[in-house]
C-alpha cells in the first residue's frame, strides 16, 4: 500500500544521535499518518529486520519501534535477522502471513544504526582472569568467530568482493565507472514519493554529485594490498530505517487507498561464505521463473558484487538496474536495505503505471534474496 524511508545518514553522520528503536518508530508513524483511515489496532503484526541487535535495538526492536510509535499495546512485534537482507525478509514474512490468513495488514520493515552499534566485551572462560580484555565492534562484518569454521569462509567482506572481481575479471576502472554513475543517478533522482524527513535531516548524506573518475582513482585499495576494492566503489556504512504497510483485500477496503504493487513471489538462494556477493544470481533467476522485470533493485555492497551478478546475468537489461543509483551512493543500513528497496520497486512501478519488478539482495556468509512485486 505504502512505503516510506529515512533519509540515510553517514557513519557518525546527522542521523548517528538517533538510537535506532527511535528510528524504526519515526517511519511507522510516518507511514500510518499517510493512511489515515487505517485504525492501528488493526495491524496484525509488525516485523522489523535488523543485522546487528548487540546494543539499543536489542530486545526486539520491532515491538520497542511500535510502543514507541504510539501503537496500541495489543499489536505484536517482531525482528528478523538475515543480515543484509533483513528487511526484505520482513517484507517476505509480512506477505506470507498476509497469503495465509494469519494477517489482513502488517507493518514490514528494517532499521540500522552502525553508527550506534556497540563495542562488546566477550565473558571470559574461566572467573578472574588476569590481563586486559579486548573489545569487539558490533559496526560490520565477522565477530567472535568460531574456530571451527572453515578460515576461506571467514574472510571480510571486502575481501570477499576482491574475489568476485577476480572469479570475474572485474577491474578496477569498471568498478570505479560503477560507482561514478550511482553517485550520479542518485544526485538527479527524485526519492520525494518515499521519503520521510528526520527533524531537519531531509537528504541522503553519502550522495557525491561533484565525484569524479579521477578523485575516485586516487584512493587506495581497502582490503588487499594491490586490490581494486576501494571505499569508492564501496556502500558506505550508514543509519536509516525503512517501513511497508501490506495488506489483503479485506485491509485494502480499510485503509481506501489505491495499491502501489502486488508482491507476487520470492526466492532465497545460497553459495559458498566469501564469494556471498554472488549470493543472489540464482535467488534472482528463481523468483522470476523466465519473466522479463522492466524495473531492478539490486543492493550495491561493492560495485565488483553488482558487476559480478549483472555478468552471470546476460538476459538482464543493465539499464533497468538501479536507475535512481544504488547503495554506493545512497548508502547501506544494513537491516533496512532490503525494506528500502522493496520499497523502491514499488513506488517506481506505480510511478510507470505497470510493469514487474525485482529487488535482490547479496547477503554475507553467502546468501542472497529476492522479492518480485506487480502493478
Not at 253 to 259: K, L, M, T
Amino acid at each position: 500500500m505504502d512505503a516510506v524511508r529515512t533519509p540515510i545518514g553517514r557513519y557518525g553522520g546527522a542521523l548517528s544521535g538517533v538510537r535506532p528503536d527511535d528510528l524504526a518508530a519515526h517511519v511507522i508513524k510516518e507511514l500510518l499518518a499517510r493512511s489515515p483511515a487505517l485504525d492501528p489496532a488493526a495491524i496484525g503484526d509488525v516485523v522489523f529486520g535488523n543485522a546487528n541487535g548487540a546494543g539499543e535495538d536489542n530486545r526486539n526492536v520491532a515491538r520497542m519501534a511500535s510502543l514507541l510509535a504510539g501503537l496500541p499495546v495489543g499489536v505484536p512485534g517482531a525482528t528478523v535477522n538475515r543480515l543484509c537482507g533483513s528487511g526484505m525478509e520482513a517484507v517476505i514474512q509480512a506477505y506470507r502471513a498476509i497469503a495465509l490468513g494469519d494477517a489482513s495488514v502488517v507493518v514490514a520493515g528494517g532499521v540500522e544504526s552502525m553508527s550506534r552499534a556497540p563495542w562488546v566485551l566477550p565473558k571470559p572462560s574461566r572467573a578472574f582472569p588476569a590481563g586486559n580484555q579486548e573489545l569487539v565492534s558490533t559496526t560490520l562484518g565477522w565477530r567472535l568467530v568460531n574456530p571451527r569454521m572453515a578460515p576461506e569462509w571467514t574472510v571480510s567482506l571486502g575481501e570477499g568482493a576482491e574475489l568476485v572481481a577476480d572469479g570475474h575479471g572485474v577491474s578496477r576502472q569498471a568498478q570505479d565507472a560503477y560507482a561514478l554513475a550511482s553517485h550520479q543517478k542518485a544526485a538527479k533522482a527524485d526519492f520525494g514519493a518515499e521519503m520521510v524527513a528526520v527533524g531537519e535531516v531531509v537528504r541522503d548524506e553519502s550522495i557525491r554529485e561533484d565525484t569524479s573518475m579521477e578523485a575516485l582513482a586516487r584512493l587506495k585499495p581497502a582490503f588487499r594490498e594491490g586490490g581494486t576494492v576501494t571505499a569508492g566503489n564501496s556502500s558506505p556504512l550508514n543509519d536509516g530505517a525503512a517501513a511497508l504497510l501490506l495488506c489483503d483485500a479485506d485491509g485494502l477496503a480499510a485503509i481506501g487507498r489505491e495499491p502501489l504493487a502486488r508482491i507476487t513471489g520470492s526466492a532465497v538462494s545460497a553459495i559458498e561464505p566469501q564469494y556471498f556477493g554472488l549470493g543472489p544470481v540464482e535467488a534472482m533467476r528463481k523468483a522470476l521463473r523466465g519473466r522479463e522485470p522492466s524495473v531492478v533493485e539490486l543492493n550495491e555492497a561493492f560495485a565488483a558484487q553488482v558487476l559480478g551478478c549483472l555478468a552471470e546475468l546476460p538476459d538482464l537489461d543493465p539499464s533497468i538496474v538501479n536507475p535512481r543509483g544504488g547503495a554506493i551512493a545512497l548508502g547501506h543500513p544494513l537491516g533496512a536495505s532490503g525494506a528500502r528497496i522493496t520499497g523502491a520497486v514499488a513506488h517506481q512501478l506505480a510511478s510507470a503505471g505497470s510493469g514487474l519488478g525485482l529487488a535482490a539482495l547479496c547477503i554475507g556468509v553467502g546468501q542472497g534474496l529476492a522479492v518480485v512485486l506487480e502493478r
